[in-house]
């Protein structure tokens, strides 16, 4: 008890040390709520309560420029899921992108990663091949930047990206073109490659074939570009020194910024060419864009570096058209996309909000004297906060953030000068405490368990009882009598039908068709899988008999001349001269053939289709199964999309419907069946 009491007093010295602590709105609900009622409000979030403080400057940077890169993101996406036969003309460029991106990795972020990753030369995980390209690199230094004056090193620039927030991203573009040079570390991993070295294969390969996409560089250079012209402006002026009122920079800064941007995203040229300012902007208003502190010697240096970059890039695009139009697009959704967080991330200092400059009063700047611009202070105390109770066993809703962050950021002193101060300070106690506050958090995760409890139990019986129902289902359809003649289909209910369809799709994992239907539709889907199974001679159904509405004859005629009788018989037809053949069946090549359904979806693996056995028909095709009307499936054609006509029906359009809806059936009936690995857990 003495260790535990001396720790508590030894870390509420070190709370008390705190300075002034922060904003509230990049905070979690709990703590913005339990900062709410400090300032007199109900916690409640509606006409009762007050509303939340300011947004953390560097959280609302940080989030707006995540916005921009999704939005450099999107085409990038789009382009890695086309087929190499859509983008045959630019094929190796799109390779180069997928190797370079992977599948699950930010496609504007990636090689910027994998270059940090690869030139790290003090890595906590040990890592030596930075330290060999930093070797090869100090002689390229002497025989070519000295002497030349390119500028193709300095490690150094390259922030870690590890612990970094999300714009390191943005900083590090400009140095990572730098390294995208052959004279750097573009040419220095060609000759890795060159000797087969070992260490660091898939990652060298990653990074050259990401140098080599003109997709990629274009979003290193649009990342490098967003950093010089948007992010360091705002960085230098959300951080304008100690003494700045936070309502002396927030309200004028961020529709600053918002103007900026809307007009950048209608012109991104004038802002590659530099001529759409945004410092000149802020300048203008009164905010800071330069360092609080004069640059040292080598700060100097690297702000050197960073103009010749930015000169470079500018020169680049300059130089090739193509990549300055996916630059353009990608700046344009860029900055599209950060004026609309703009006004979601600081909507408090926009339009409407209740801190723009028209609302500031004497009583609001005094209430906000102890709110900082930005919550480093405020992330420092929560940590400890959690540490002292997590500590001491005593980890309770109000000691987290709620009463000892209002203490500490002058909320206190400015309700005990308003005339009911001391009231509303009281209430917000006795609110803190009511239900949970004479709990720990422990207590309460207890509590909260064991209420949970029943409802867990059930929803895991009926996801086992599900997975169950549908293991059972499986086996089943195992076991039954699969139809091998289009006879069979026609003493079969609906019933059935669906049971030799679900055959085909769970067992067999055939694809592109339904289960579900008329039974003349479910007839008709399966002639069409027994014949792809089978075979010739799985049609015995007589002629004039199309075997699709369940009769003994449903008297449909089918066109052209069949050259093996129905009904069992195997008497051979004379084939008549000129005529086209396929699968037993024969036509005039005048007739014409008029789209009845689509029955099926494949896609293209490059081996031969079938019915098309000889053309070329590159992977990833999508073709559809056309039923002919009047004919039977056995001369059902796969065709491309744009062979399917779309006149007054869209055959594509309502097939694709069709199998989306039957899908989104599926997923809902087998909801009960998943989970349960995840429930368990």
């Known amino acids: 008890a003495q260790r535990r009491a001396a720790q508590s007093a030894k870390l509420a010295a070190k709370i008390r040390d705190l300075r002034f602590s922060a904003s509230q709105n990049d905070r979690a609900a709990p703590a913005r709520k339990q900062a709410r009622l400090a300032c007199g409000g109900d916690g409640s979030g509606g006409a009762g309560d007050v509303k939340d403080g300011a947004t953390c400057a560097h959280h609302a940077v940080a989030n707006i420029g995540e916005l921009g890169r999704k939005a450099i993101d999107a085409p990038l996406k789009a382009l890695m899921k086309i087929t190499d036969e859509q983008s045959s003309a630019d094929s190796a460029k799109v390779k180069c992108l997928r190797t370079s991106v992977g599948w699950f990795s930010s496609p504007a972020c990636s090689l910027i990663y994998q270059v940090s990753k690869y030139v790290a030369l003090f890595s906590s995980k040990g890592y030596a091949i930075g330290e060999n390209f930093a070797l090869w690199l100090a002689h390229k230094l002497k025989t070519t930047e000295q002497l030349a004056g390119d500028l193709i090193g300095h490690v150094e620039d390259l922030l870690a990206i590890c612990g970094g927030r999300d714009y390191v991203f943005f900083l590090d573009a400009a140095v990572v073109d730098r390294f995208s040079q052959f004279e750097s570390l573009y040419g220095y991993l060609l000759e890795e490659a060159d000797l087969q070295a070992e260490a660091g294969g898939k990652l060298r390969k990653a990074i050259i074939t990401g140098f080599e996409s003109v997709y990629c560089m274009s979003a290193v250079r649009s990342m490098a570009i967003i950093s010089e012209e948007w992010l360091w402006p705002c960085l230098r002026a959300i951080e304008p020194g100690p003494q700045a009122h936070i309502l002396d920079v927030c309200p004028q800064l961020w529709p600053c910024v918002l103007a900026w941007l809307e007009e950048a995203a209608a012109n991104p040229q004038a802002v590659i060419d530099g001529t759409l300012s945004l410092r000149a902007r802020l300048e203008a208003c009164g905010q800071r864009t330069t360092p609080l502190k004069p640059p040292t010697p080598a700060g100097e240096r690297r702000a050197a570096r960073a103009a010749l970059d930015m000169q470079r890039i500018r020169a680049s695009l300059a130089a090739d058209a193509e990549q300055l139009q ?48 930005t919550s480093v202070a405020a992330e420092t105390m929560f940590a400890r906060v959690k540490r002292r109770a997590d500590r001491g066993g005593i980890a309770r809703h109000d000691t987290r953030m709620g009463a000892v962050l209002a203490e500490r950021d002058g909320t206190v002193e400015w309700l005990r000068d308003k005339p009911a101060g001391e009231k509303i300070w009281r209430l917000a106690a006795r609110r803190w405490r009511k239900g949970s506050g004479s709990r720990t958090m422990q207590q309460e995760r207890e509590i909260k368990g064991a209420l949970k409890a029943p409802e867990r139990e059930a929803k895991l019986e009926k996801k086992r009882g599900g997975r169950k129902k549908k293991a059972e289902e499986l086996e089943r359809l195992k076991g039954i009598s699969l139809a091998r003649k289009y006879s069979e289909l026609k003493k079969m209910g609906n019933e059935r039908l669906a049971e030799q369809l679900k055959f085909y799709k769970l067992i067999e994992k055939k694809i592109g068709f339904k289960t579900t239907g008329t039974g003349p539709e479910m007839r008709t889907q399966l002639q069409s899988l027994i014949f792809e199974k089978f075979g010739l001679g799985c049609n015995d159904l007589a002629e004039g008999d199309a075997g699709t509405d369940g009769r003994e004859s449903d008297g449909l005629r089918r066109k052209g001349c069949r050259e093996t009788g129905g009904g069992g018989k195997k008497k051979k037809a004379k084939r008549k001269r000129g005529w086209v053949y396929l699968n037993d069946w024969g036509w005039d090549p005048t007739d014409e053939f008029v789209i009845e359904r689509l029955i099926g979806k494949m896609v293209a693996d490059g081996g031969d289709v079938p019915g098309r056995e000889g053309e070329e028909i590159a992977a990833g095709t999508v073709l559809y199964k056309v039923l002919w009307e009047g004919w039977p499936p056995e001369i059902a054609t796969w065709e491309e999309e744009d062979q399917v006509p779309c006149g007054e029906v869209d055959f594509v359009a309502d097939y694709e419907a069709a199998l989306e809806a039957e899908e989104e059936d599926d997923d809902e009936e087998g909801e009960e069946g998943e989970g349960e690995d995840a429930m368990e857990a």
């Open 326 to 373: 996916i630059v353009r697009d990608m700046l344009a959704g860029a900055f599209a996309a950060m004026a609309g967080g703009v006004r979601n991330h600081a909507a408090e200092f926009v339009g409407d909000g209740h801190l723009t400059v028209a609302k500031i009063t004497p009583e609001l700047r005094k209430a906000m004297d102890g709110v900082p611009i």
